[in-house]
């Protein structure tokens, strides 16, 4: 069946990095866009980041562009999304969720991963 | 990217219906059929329940309906069930090409 299951998450020093991964079966992920949302504690969603199906545009929330990029590898069946310099502010649940190209929707979630940003 | 406005609650007994609306700007809402709706339990991933606006996924029950007027979707459950108590959210592709979402609605059912 569909399924997305994210990992990579911790706690982490302000100012440090962490890499997320998201790991897809059951479709061809190499079609779909994909992307990030995070919760931070007793919040709502933020969207954070989007790559399109073959890498080739990828959009971010003003709250984390310059720090966090996203990247997938299609051979892998894995999207990531690489954060540098995080913030007390970037602690959250982050989940991966896939939008089918052009529907704008996000159909399928992962469990998400808790990353922690405390010294 | 100013998150979309919903309602910080809403609440409704078992048998009514309630409306959550979802209010945005003419560079997303206004702009695009392109708006979606999410389910979330406490602990869980957020489910898609309504998208483009007012088109159900299949396995979603038919007491869930969306609409549009201007700047501003909505989300009607009729028939409220105790189940439908959860977090639900708004969603819509913008004119940057991002997504933003609303701030999120608590519906308690009474």
Redesign the interface.
Known sequence: QVQLVDSGGGVVQPGRSLRLSCAASGFTFSTYGM?W?RQAPGK????VA?IWFDGS?K?????VEGRFTISRDNSKNTLYLQMNSLRAEDTAVY?CARETTV?????C????TLVTVSS | QSALTQPASVSGSPGQSITISCTGTSSDVGAYNYVSWYQQYPGKAPKLMIYDVSNRPSGVSNRFSGSKSGNTASLTISGLQAEDEADYYCSSYTSSSTRVFGGGTKLTVL
């Open positions: 992307h949302v709502g969603l933020e969207w989007l545009f959009y971010y929330a003003d709250s989940y529907r704008y929707f996000f159909d979630w992962g469990q998400g």
